[in-house]
């Protein structure tokens, strides 16, 4: 454990250094942060810290820099999570105040405006809708031989679809359709629309086979259609000095490539609002020069999905956590 002077050391350099991106000298924390204690004792203080893993000393500057179990640290004890202006608050209410017809618009918006204040790149992806309860499935007639399907959700998830059929069908048989859908369906999760299901449609209407197969094929097609993801502010990334090393940015671009890789990212950690991964921390190979900071949203007890934030290890993790915790609770008050 860090005694607190140390603590005020620490704190300070990774602050300064993620203002700057400039390894921090005993000078600058002295002239620049207030502390008191003299440079030889500041410098004592740094090679200490060094000499336990919080810090890091490149090879061309006699200043320090934060290492992962420093950045660490200051996360978890020294981080503050009210880095955020009113101005931003007011921003923040004003893009989440927009209305939405769609959960799935609403995680595009907070994506965006976290980008937005983050100067980050910020990815998302919707929620795991096959346990949302059915509130209500509607057909609708389009044509002899074409049918709409709207399902919505309990948590407000919309999914419709198009349904095609080799035969005539009628406003009769759509009515059937929408009493036995509806009357077997609602309040039950979307992944109770299965083969059983079909078997116990087919059952109860006394006409063809040819209606309620392709019904039930679309419908599951649409449920289990490959998940979005969201990706706002991949550029903000090279006005980053550390994005001029062309190794870091290429990876950078690979990972954004990588949608299984941006997937397993952002459904890693679900057992805290706010999960961060700093280098090494992150399971996957490609990331570890990079830290990774997600949040997933709800509305009550109903997953809304993931937004998460990549960027390099010197990362402003105080004004993205204090960003994440605010976007977090006005979410939660929809």
């Keep these: 454990m860090l005694d607190n002077r140390k603590k005020k050391v620490l704190q300070a350099i990774v602050d300064e250094y993620i203002n700057t991106a400039e390894p921090v000298s005993s000078n600058t924390l002295v002239n620049k942060y207030g502390l008191e204690y003299s440079s030889a004792t500041v410098r004592n203080e740094m090679a200490e810290l060094e000499k336990i893993g919080y810090l890091d000393k490149p090879h061309t500057s006699a200043g320090r820099v934060p290492s992962a179990k420093g950045y660490r640290f200051y996360v978890d004890e020294l981080l503050k999570d009210d880095n955020i202006s009113l101005e931003e608050i007011k921003y923040i209410q004003s893009k989440l105040e927009t209305k939405v017809n769609q959960i799935e618009d609403l995680t595009k ?56 059929f080799d035969e005539d069908i009628t406003q009769e ?29 087919i059952s109860e ?12 094929e679309q419908l599951k097609k649409v449920i289990h259609e490959e998940e979005k993801l969201y990706l706002q502010g991949a550029n903000k990334a090279f006005e980053l000095p550390e ?5 870091l940015a290429k990876n950078f671009i690979n990972i954004l490539d990588e949608k299984e890789l941006m997937l ?23 990331l570890k020069d990079f830290s990774v900071v997600t949040f997933k949203h709800s509305i009550g007890n109903k997953d809304l999905g993931t937004i998460g934030i990549i960027g390099p290890t010197r990362m402003n993790y105080s004004k993205v956590i204090s960003v994440m915790k605010y976007i977090s609770k006005k979410l939660n008050e929809k």
């Excluded at 309990?154 to 679809?161: L, S």
């Excluded at 994005?243 to 190794?247: A, C, D, H």
């Design 205 to 216: 209407m006394k006409y063809s086979v040819n209606v309620i197969r392709p019904i039930i």
């Design 264 to 286: 397993d990212m952002l459904q890693t950690g679900i057992a805290k609002d706010i999960n961060v991964y700093i280098g090494e921390e992150n399971e996957n190979e490609e």
């Design 109 to 164: 918006i907070a994506t965006t405006t976290l980008s937005e204040i983050t100067h980050y790149t910020t990815v998302s992806i919707g929620p795991n809708v096959i346990k949302h309860n059915i509130e209500e499935i509607k057909f609708v007639l389009l044509g002899s031989r074409m049918l709409m399907a709207v399902i919505l959700t309990d948590a407000a998830m919309v999914k419709e679809t198009i349904i095609k």
């Design 243 to 247: 994005f001029k090393s062309l190794e």
């Design 173 to 201: 048989q759509i009515d059937t359709v929408n009493y036995i859908f509806n009357n077997k369906l609602k309040g039950q999760p979307l992944e109770i629309i299965d083969k059983p299901l079909e078997e116990y449609l």
